[in-house]
C-alpha cells in the first residue's frame, strides 16, 4: 500500500469509534435491563443475541401501575469523545419511535437523549450529538445540550405513553 493511501486509510479509521458492534459470541453481561417496574409498573423487556449475532431488546410496555417504559443500557469506562459529531446505530424496528440516551457520567441522574422512528426494515438512525438534550424522568432540563466530551452509558428506551409490544434488533453503534 503507498504511503498516500496508508495515510487515507488510518484517516478514515481514527474518524469513526466504534461503541457496540453486536456478534453471536457478544457477552451481554454489562447490558442491564430497566423496566418501569422500579416505580411499581409492569413493562417487561428482554436482551438478548439472536441467531444472526444482533441484539435484540423486545418485550411489552404496560400503562399499569403508572408504568410505561423499558430500557437496555449498558456502562463502560470513560471514552474521550470529543470530535464526534453524530452517532449512527444500524438496526431494524418495528415502525414504533424510541429513545437513544447517552450519559456523559454513568452517576448522573439525568441523560442527554434523542428520539428516532424505526421503518421497518433496515436502516441506519444518524443522530447529531450536538442536538442531544438533558432529560429526566420525562422532562427537559434547562441545561446545555450535550457536550460531546465524554461518555460512559448509553441506552435505547421506548416509552410512547401507550401499551404495546416491542421489538428492536441492534447490529452496531458508532460515532463518526
Not at 399499569?64 to 463502560?76: D, P
Not at 418495528?94 to 433496515?122: L, M, P, V
Not at 466530551?149 to 452496531?172: C, G, H, P, V, Y
Request: aromatic share 12%; net charge positive; glycine share 6%.
Amino acid at each position: 500500500m503507498n504511503t498516500a493511501l496508508s495515510c487515507a486509510y488510518l484517516i478514515i479509521m481514527i474518524s469513526s469509534l466504534l461503541i457496540f458492534d453486536f456478534t453471536k459470541d457478544t457477552d451481554l453481561s454489562n447490558w442491564n435491563v430497566v423496566d418501569d417496574g422500579v416505580m411499581g409498573g409492569l413493562s417487561k423487556g428482554v436482551f438478548e443475541i439472536n441467531n444472526e449475532g444482533n441484539a435484540i431488546f423486545k418485550g411489552t410496555v404496560s400503562l399499569e401501575n403508572n408504568g410505561g417504559f423499558s430500557s437496555v443500557r449498558n456502562r463502560f469506562d470513560t471514552k474521550n469523545v470529543k470530535g464526534f459529531t453524530k452517532v449512527l446505530i444500524r438496526l431494524k424496528g418495528d415502525e414504533k419511535k424510541y429513545q437513544f440516551r447517552i450519559k456523559t457520567n454513568s452517576y448522573d441522574r439525568y441523560s442527554y437523549i434523542a428520539h428516532f422512528k424505526t421503518t421497518g426494515d433496515w436502516q441506519t438512525v444518524e443522530i447529531s450529538l450536538s442536538e442531544m438534550y438533558p432529560a429526566f424522568r420525562g422532562r427537559k432540563l434547562d441545561l446545555p445540550k450535550y457536550p460531546t466530551e465524554t461518555m460512559q452509558e448509553i441506552a435505547f428506551l421506548i416509552s410512547n405513553k401507550k401499551a404495546e409490544q416491542f421489538r428492536l434488533e441492534i447490529d452496531k453503534i458508532e460515532l463518526k
